[in-house]
């Protein structure tokens, strides 16, 4: 791994294409999902960016699409649920009906997990639609239990599912995507196509996306404390707001 290498120091904006997680790397982590917040400073580099680079930049998260706006506005293309929750295209109406079906699924199991977090204060429950995530961070001591219930849900939910671990967090999500298939989906229409991409993560939910921008001869920028395999490494999202400005300015 590198650390901030020339040639991402010198980066050339009308070449690449840009991939950013949202938790972890655009904005700092926090207990609960609903109180992350995007600094006034990255939010305006984001934006300058798609606009300096001809809109190829693109938002890759766990979480839903809808969850992106109120940070971003509506400009940038977001894939949400690691891919699965698309921007709509030719194949909208198939793949509405397998949110519905996914939904459905998750539905019913919510009430008991519901239960088990109220007996761990700290710990969460997120509804992702399509999906759900328990979170520890607030509350440590109930890692095994999280996991235990993780592992039970995703036996009831079957062989279309899986588990993605996290930071203090067990994400059940559908099988059939991730962060690489949609960097790779991206990457085949414009204004993406023919750039080399760059993609920016924190976790191990990341490491598809790393993989994929690696293989078309991008890069794989980690943020924050985990060893991740990447050719960059920065510090966290205040780290990556001082780079995205050094070079806007360039």
């Known amino acids: 791994m590198k650390d901030n290498p020339k040639e991402f120091e010198a980066l050339d904006l009308d ?118 995530a328990l979170h520890w961070r607030g509350a440590p001591m109930a890692e095994a239990a999280m996991m235990v219930a993780a592992e039970r849900t995703l036996e009831q939910l079957g062989q279309e599912w899986s588990l993605q671990p996290g930071k203090c967090v067990a994400e059940i999500r559908p099988v059939g995507g991730d962060k690489g298939t949609a960097l790779l989906r991206f990457m085949t229409q414009p204004p993406f196509e023919g750039r080399r991409p760059i993609a920016f993560g924190d976790d191990l939910n990341d490491l598809p996306m790393f993989e994929a921008a690696r293989s078309l001869g991008g890069l794989a920028v980690a943020l924050g404390e985990r060893d991740l395999p990447a050719d960059i490494r920065l510090s966290g999202p205040a780290e990556l707001a001082e780079w995205l400005e050094r070079r806007l300015d360039a």
Do not use: Y
């Not at 293309?77 to 198939?94: K, N, T």
């Open 15 to 132: 070449a690449h294409a840009f991939f950013f997680d949202f938790d972890g790397t655009l904005a700092d982590i926090a207990l609960h999902p609903r109180d992350v917040f995007l600094t006034t400073e990255l939010r305006r580099s984001i934006l300058s960016l798609s606009l300096r680079t001809g809109g190829a930049v693109a938002i890759i998260t766990g979480r839903n699409r809808a969850e992106i706006h109120p940070h971003l506005g509506e400009e940038l293309p977001v894939a949400g649920l690691h891919g699965v929750d698309f921007p709509a295209d030719a194949e909208g109406s198939a793949a509405n009906s397998d949110a519905e079906r996914r939904i459905l699924a998750v539905r019913p199991l919510l009430p008991a997990l519901a239960e088990l977090v109220k007996a761990h204060p700290g710990a969460l429950l997120e509804d992702k639609g399509q999906g759900l």
